[in-house]
């Protein structure tokens, strides 16, 4: 019956998706705040639709959060729905081989900014408890809470959920805003890496300079800021913060080889990549390095003449964004003083240094031996054929580790896109087949869970 149904329906569903593709919410970008609120009021539009109940729009001092409900039965425990509604810049526009804010379909994949984070995946829920109440088979309490400022680190959902603590009441958090080890094999993300996120400004002199009268005399910060940058890991590829390491919860010897035991094929890996050869701290395996071990990347950097054509200038101040994702028991706010205080150490006396903090999150790990944990499971099972793998997934989603401190709930991270699928890149797409099979996973959640089938 779920099964005809989505298929019955799945060129509504479609099409209700690539409508909220269409609308460019992009949250870091503030000649889009009129967008990000559209994209709020178009999932207010269709919760309401979908047979939701107390659907507002709530406001925060940045973009509105999108609440909803369906209460059946007080007695029933309670899932709270968490997605988000706001989207990655879509640069390098160059890069992507169609409009990013205009759905297009190729090989059985939807190309668009957000199609799989986090629109795709929120819509799935939508549409799943829009069956549910179809054809009456939600046996619990739901509750939605979608946002709009995930993609900036939800700067004011703390405040919001900390507010709001007796509207939030659940017993358990729902995502889907992660990636199966693929369509043959489904998998459960059960840890998360937390977020330390700064930028950093090198000044030389107090002007550009011509690079003929003054290079060679005068300290140059993109060279400066470069080689500060490289001292920053060693040939073994470990980050030289002095006490970064000293709080990384180290896994057994049983618990990494049961992370290595999950299907992986390197040589796909690099292929699908364009890679030659992987690079990364040395004594670990590739899924290693990116599920349990902490890591410091720049994600930009800039300084000097970039346009078109030469200028021969000696720049007066060179920038960089660097990310650092941490593992447990890390804390945020001590590694970015960590990172502050020895980047600004490390920096010479021709130069001077500034260091902002953006935002970061904790990192977490959540239960494999909860009701919900089984229910997921076996809703899998039931869809897919396969019993999920649980893996650890090497993004950041600071809000499942407030969601325990705050609500003092554990989250169930059911995620159904695919680590190919270019998050945060150009040419982000998301496969049908995933998105209608997400759809009938979620539904077969909420029958093991609701107890109709425990």
Not at 11 to 24: A, H, V, W
Not at 103 to 110: A, E, L, M, Q, W
Not at 173 to 190: N, R, Y
Not at 312 to 335: F, G, N, W, Y
Request: aromatic residues 8%; proline residues 6%.
């Amino acid at each position: 019956m779920i099964h005809e149904y989505i298929q019955s329906n799945q060129d509504r569903f479609l099409k209700e998706l690539f409508e909220l593709l269409r609308i460019p919410s992009v949250s870091a970008d503030s000649r889009h705040a009129s967008d990000v609120r559209r994209a709020a009021e178009y999932v207010v539009e269709k919760l309401k639709a979908a047979g939701a109940e107390k659907v507002e729009l709530m406001e925060t001092k940045g973009h509105p959060i999108v609440y909803g409900e369906k209460m059946v039965d007080p007695k029933q425990p309670t899932v709270l729905v968490y997605g988000h509604y706001d989207v990655q810049p879509p640069d390098p526009l160059e890069l992507w081989n169609s409009p990013p804010f205009e759905p297009t379909v190729r090989d059985g994949k939807i190309f668009a900014r957000g199609a799989c984070d986090d629109k795709g995946q929120v819509y799935m829920h939508i549409k799943a408890f829009e069956i549910m109440m179809k054809h009456n088979l939600l046996s619990c309490n739901i509750k939605f809470m979608i946002e709009g400022e995930e993609e900036v680190g939800s700067d004011n959902l703390g405040t919001f959920v900390k507010e709001n603590k007796a509207k939030l009441k659940a017993d358990v958090i729902l995502i889907s805003d992660t990636s199966l080890i693929s369509l043959d094999q489904p998998s459960i993300t059960v840890g998360l890496r937390g977020l330390s996120y700064m930028e950093v400004e090198v000044t030389g002199p107090n002007r550009d300079l011509h690079s003929g009268v003054y290079g060679g005399a005068v300290a140059n910060p993109v060279n400066i800021l470069s080689k500060m940058i490289a001292s920053m890991h060693d040939e073994d590829g470990h980050i030289t913060i002095p006490g970064f390491y000293s709080k990384v919860a180290e896994l057994s010897a049983a618990e990494r080889k049961a992370m290595n035991d999950a299907p992986f094929d390197l040589n796909e890996y690099k292929r699908e990549l364009g890679i030659d050869e992987i690079k990364g701290e040395k004594g670990y395996t590739t899924l290693e390095r990116t599920g349990i071990r902490p890591t410091l990347d720049v994600n930009g950097i800039w300084g000097g003449y970039t346009g078109e054509g030469a200028k021969t200038v000696l720049p007066s101040k060179a920038h960089a964004k660097i990310s650092m994702r941490l593992v447990p028991d890390q804390e945020p706010q001590e590694i970015t003083d960590l990172f502050t205080k020895y980047f600004i150490s490390i920096a010479p006396k021709s130069v001077k240094v500034k260091v902002i903090a953006h935002h970061g999150g904790e990192p977490a790990v959540t239960p494999t031996d909860s009701k919900a944990y089984h229910a997921a499971s076996k809703a899998f099972e039931e869809v897919w054929g396969k019993s999920p793998i649980p893996t650890r997934d090497g993004g950041s989603i600071p809000i499942v580790a407030l969601f325990k401190k705050e609500l003092g709930l554990d989250t169930v991270l059911m995620g159904f896109g695919l680590d190919t699928d270019a998050l945060h890149s150009p040419n982000e797409h998301y496969g049908i087949r995933n998105f209608l099979i997400g759809i009938e996973t979620i539904v077969a959640f909420y029958k093991y869970y609701g107890g109709a089938e425990s």
